[in-house]
């Protein structure tokens, strides 16, 4: 068995528990290969230690039967660039905060990999979007895809922008906002849900279309089928706008025109036996908390 190891390179927490994770994973014989820049972190408290390294998506191939993200959400939907196409299931360890994404928690590190050891897990298929625009912006050429949501956002002003919004080639409205987002179902639950946005379950087969702090109070979340073709032209009195890729940003000027669709491949991701994204609803947000129930 051969696995993919990442995470972020300035959380020292990280490392008590990629400790714990590579002495179980050398014990029952697994090859660890890590990322570059996180291996180096790594031995900076085990000079010793020596395993294989990738740097970049053109490293991996289909050998490797998992990849550990080791670290927040952030760091998981960071892994995604490593992975992309591969089909190599990610798993997540959460060294951070809420973890809808990173689900396994520290607590339970050595009970989990054990279950992953044993094969008692499933893969989910999470769906990516993509975004091209009209006038070719080469920060889009290579790293063109979210797992979580694409987002228009104003830049550099402190007035809303619009957002003209076109659905399969027919005008839906202009959005008078702070800014618009296209959330997959895993991105349901993260910027869209702060902005009022609905939980959408990830097998759903949907997108939502959440405004940012709209000008007009009937501007409200709308759901729609994740096959929907859309196309976004901003307004904005900077001229430009920033356009966000889950955590990837970019800039789109207001005579460009983005072009938004579901991506031709999928993320797989591992979720332990134990574990449903239900469960997970009522432990990260706390539902049926209410003492009253």
């Not at 989910?124 to 979580?148: G, P």
């Not at 839906?172 to 946005?197: K, Q």
Request: hydrophobic share 35%.
């Amino acid at each position: 068995m051969k696995v993919g190891v990442y995470g972020q390179s300035n959380n020292e927490t990280t490392k008590k528990y990629i400790n714990l994770l590579v002495d179980i994973l050398h014990e029952n014989k697994i090859k660890i290969d890590f990322e570059k820049k996180f291996f180096d972190f790594y031995i900076e408290s085990n000079p010793k230690i020596n395993h294989d390294t990738f740097e970049s998506y053109e490293d991996l191939d289909s050998s490797y039967d998992l990849f550990f993200s080791v670290g927040g959400d952030g760091t998981f939907l960071r892994s995604i660039s490593f992975v992309r196409d591969l089909n190599i299931p990610i798993i997540g360890i959460n060294t951070g905060r809420l973890g809808f994404l990173a689900t396994i928690q520290t607590e339970k590190l050595s009970d989990s990999i054990k279950l992953i050891l044993n094969k008692e897990y499933i893969i989910k298929e999470r769906t990516l979007i993509s975004a091209t625009t009209k006038n070719k912006n080469k920060d889009l050429e290579e790293l063109y895809f979210a797992l979580n949501e694409i987002t228009v956002i104003r830049k550099n002003t402190a007035s809303m922008i619009a957002v003209t919004t076109i659905l399969d080639g027919e005008y839906l409205t202009t959005y008078f906002a702070d800014g618009l987002i296209i959330a997959t179902p895993t991105g349901s639950t993260g910027y869209s849900l702060s902005c009022g946005g609905p939980v959408i379950t990830p097998s759903s087969k949907n997108l939502v279309i959440t405004p940012i702090a709209p000008h007009s109070l009937i501007a409200r979340p709308l759901v729609i089928p994740d096959e929907t073709k859309i196309i976004l032209k901003v307004d904005s009195r900077e001229h430009e706008a920033l356009l966000s890729l889950d955590s990837r940003q970019t800039t789109v000027s207001n005579e460009d025109e983005i072009y938004i669709e579901k991506c031709n491949f999928t993320i797989k991701t591992v979720q332990l036996n134990d574990q449903s994204f239900i469960k997970t609803l009522r432990e990260k947000l706390f539902w049926g908390e209410d003492k009253r129930n």
